[in-house]
Each structure stands twice: as C-alpha cells, then as structure tokens.
C-alpha cells in the first residue's frame, strides 16, 4: 500500500491542524493505520492508532484530550486532527499501516509494513 501524508505546516502555540494520509494500492480497511512522529535529534515516536474499522483507538499519553485520529474507509484516508498544539510537538508526522486481521492498533514502530513520507508540522512559541 502506499501512503501519502499531508496538511503539516506552520501553526502558533494553540493552533490546530489537520493531518490526512491517502492510501491506494490495496484495501484500505485491511489494515490498522497509525501516525507517529520524529523531532529533530529524536526517535521516533508513537502518536495515535487506529483499527480497521476504527473500533479500537490509541494515543500516546501526551497527546490525549488534544489530537484525534478518525479514518474515512470510503476515501482511503486517514486523519490526525491537532489542536491546543505546543512547541514539543514540532516534528515530522509519518503515517503508517499494517495489516490485521483483528480490530487491533499496535503502538509499536516495528508492527508497521508501509510508510508515508512524512510531513513536517512546526509549532512557534
């Protein structure tokens, strides 16, 4: 499947922003979507998850109650929508996918097959 991530940009502290990853190439609701992101001289980093069907939702704690992830199975698309953005939330989102058989998400950088190429988000303070 491949993936392609956008709607990053520049945005003030408190600002939101919506992230969308278009997939093609495969049946999208056969896979498990997740978003995680890499700051500059950091690992990357689990953001939030989402099962096929969307039944089952996860976030890394210090995103809970500001970012949102949905997915759009007729449109092949995934979201992250941002807001009450700080500057420790600077980085490159990458969006990912991997194949499940269950209503599973894996939090796990490992778990994921296919990745977007990523799209820079920049919180100024």
């Known amino acids: 499947v491949q993936l392609q991530a956008s709607g990053g940009g520049l945005v003030q502290t408190g600002g939101s922003l919506r992230l969308s990853c278009a997939a093609s190439?495969?049946?999208?609701?056969?896979?498990?979507m997740s978003w995680f992101r890499q700051a500059p001289g950091k690992e990357r980093e689990f953001v939030a998850a989402?099962?096929?069907?969307?039944?089952?939702?996860y976030y890394v704690d210090s995103v809970k109650g500001r970012f949102t992830i949905s997915r759009d199975n007729a449109k092949n698309t995934v979201y992250l929508q941002m807001s009450s953005l700080q500057p420790e939330d600077t980085a490159v989102y990458y969006c990912?996918?991997?194949?499940?058989?269950?209503?599973?998400?894996?939090?796990?950088?490992?778990?994921?097959?296919?990745w977007g190429q990523g799209t820079l988000v920049t919180v100024s303070s």
């Open positions: 990912a996918a991997d194949r499940q058989g269950t209503e599973y998400a894996s939090t796990y950088y490992s778990s994921y097959e296919y």
């Open positions: 989402i099962s096929r069907s969307g039944n089952s939702i």
């Open positions: 190439g495969r049946t999208f609701s056969n896979y498990a």
